[in-house]
């Protein structure tokens, strides 16, 4: 079993920074792509970064350079530092790791409960 534990979310005034952590723990053997997305009420899940145990990163096109992913895999640890944040970032985040598990050679995917983030105007 893997759980992720997500923190940093809480409420900003637009144009600040937030630091959103998440890290996982259990019975992992390796974790592939390691990322976040995120879900506003009434709308659909979307990719907001994700980054691989190799530090190739990939993020979604509403960041235009405002966020920035990093990840520790001694730590199993991976962050998401946002800039200039607007109201329409305002979502629940979601942390997802594809974890291989110690028990098998197969891997899937983990989400974390989500940390809220509200930007205000």
């Known amino acids: 079993q893997v759980q992720l534990v997500e923190s940093g979310g809480g409420l900003v005034q637009a144009g600040g920074s937030l630091r959103l952590s998440c890290a996982a723990s259990?019975?992992?053997?390796?974790?592939?792509?390691m990322g976040w997305y995120r879900q506003a009420p009434g709308k659909q899940r979307e990719l907001v970064a994700i980054?691989?145990?190799?530090?190739?990163?990939t993020y979604g096109d509403f960041v235009k350079g405002r966020f920035s992913i990093s990840r520790d895999n001694a730590k199993n640890t991976v962050y998401l530092q946002m800039n200039s944040l607007k109201p329409e970032d305002t979502a629940a985040y979601y942390c997802?790791?594809?974890?291989?598990?110690?028990?098998?050679?197969?891997?899937?995917?983990?989400w974390g409960q989500g940390t809220l983030v509200t930007v205000s105007s």
């Open positions: 259990g019975s992992i053997f390796s974790i592939n792509g």
């Open positions: 997802k790791a594809e974890t291989r598990v110690r028990t098998g050679p197969l891997s899937r995917d983990y």
């Open positions: 980054i691989t145990s190799g530090g190739s990163a």
